[in-house]
């Protein structure tokens, strides 16, 4: 079946559409890449979505347009990929939609919110589309996240040691081979809050860590950001920019009591990613890192996590087949793949969920819902990429 994924992450930067074709041969999922394209928000679009999210104030009909614009803009993605990667000849779409809030108190998840309406997608490519993957695991007790673990668990089977898949988005996360799952913290999100403000809305975030390494780390700074209630709660547990935003960042300098550079800000910043990251490496019995998502692309980020990990080599998991920009666009085509085959997407001990579930709710395409058949045994134990 060839597959589309749909994402875009707490960074909000662009709408990733990765296809591939996937099977079942034996206990193996196998997924063979077939690409990426990457497409921005428009800049009208990405003001409103930023405006919304936390700490921001919206109205239903703010909600109601911003629903309906990015599913806009997903399905234009989707046309996209179908056309570019597939030869028009892709089978099934898998969007994660945008996440605007993810309701926590503590280490329980009351709710979570994803916009992006999936009937844009279907009516534009005329595929089946699923969507909003996130709640039935919360409805089951869970977190709702990382959902990618359960791909990182089958892609990391058999492989020696203690492997952990590390995602650096704008809020990091990572799996262990034992089914421990969590977000470890920011990963880009305080960096590109940062950057953001400090040059008026010029740069996004900070371009190959060059703010960072001019920069030097103020300890006060550091230690009061690493005062943080989260780090210390037990997994699994999730957060996301409800917590992490700019006010928290602004809050964090004024109990700090004297001004500081942007490169120095921005330094502190980048040492908390990679401290915390780093920490939650090690609480795990970790013997290697598989590194993707866009905090990859950092050198001074990655630099700092190597030095904090000394003997445990931290890889990008393109070295596996997995492109590290594309492996969440992946991992959710997966899903999709596996809702549409009637088989869990979830592992509970990653999650904290009662049971694993199905996840997602489909949109019928242009021709009506024909779904493949319910896979037996129990679905895949391991995830080969096929090159």
């Not at 990765?18 to 800049?43: F, H, K, N, Q, S």
């Amino acid at each position: 079946m060839r597959v589309i994924g749909l994402m875009s992450g707490t960074s909000y930067d662009a709408i990733d559409a990765a296809a591939c074709e996937l099977r079942i041969t034996g206990d193996a999922l196998v997924l063979r890449p077939l690409g990426m394209v990457r497409a921005g928000y428009e800049d009208g679009l990405r003001a409103a979505l930023a405006a919304a999210l936390p700490p921001g104030t919206v109205t239903m009909a703010d909600v109601c347009r911003l629903d309906t614009r990015i599913g806009q803009a997903f399905a234009a993605a989707a046309v996209r990929a179908d056309h570019e990667l597939c030869d028009g000849r892709a089978e099934l779409v898998a969007s994660h939609g945008q996440t605007v809030y993810h309701w926590v108190d503590g280490t329980t998840v009351h709710g979570t919110l994803q916009l992006g309406q999936p009937a844009w997608i279907a009516e534009a490519t005329g595929l089946p589309v699923v969507a909003d993957f996130r709640p039935r695991d919360i409805a089951a007790g869970g977190q709702g996240a990382p959902l990618v673990s359960l791909v990182d668990l089958l892609w990391l089977r058999g492989r020696p040691g203690t492997p952990v898949a590390l995602n650096l988005g704008g809020i990091a996360n990572l799996t262990a081979p034992d089914g421990t799952a969590f977000d470890t913290g920011p990963g880009c999100a305080l960096t590109d809050a940062a950057a953001r403000g400090f040059s008026g809305g010029r740069l996004e975030y900070d371009a190959e860590g060059r703010l960072a390494a001019a920069g030097r780390v103020h300890e006060a700074l550091l230690a009061r950001l690493l005062a943080e209630p989260y780090y210390a709660l037990s997994a699994p547990k999730t957060t996301g920019k409800e917590l992490f935003h700019p006010g928290y960042l602004r809050e964090a300098l004024a109990g700090v009591g004297t001004t500081l550079s942007a490169e120095d800000i921005i330094a502190t910043l980048t040492a908390l990613t990679a401290r915390t990251v780093a920490d939650a490496v090690r609480s795990v019995g970790a013997t290697e890192v598989l590194a993707s998502g866009g905090g990859t692309r950092n050198p001074t980020l990655m630099a700092q996590l190597a030095a904090r990990l000394p003997g445990i080599p931290v890889r990008p998991s393109d070295t596996l087949g997995l492109p590290s920009d594309a492996k969440e666009s992946y991992a959710f085509a997966v899903l999709g793949y596996l809702s549409a085959h009637g088989l869990p997407g979830t592992v509970p001990a990653a999650t904290g969920a009662r049971h694993p579930s199905v996840l997602g709710s489909v949109t019928p395409g242009r021709t009506g819902l024909r779904l493949p058949g319910v896979a037996t045994g129990g679905g895949p134990r391991r995830l080969v990429i096929e090159r």
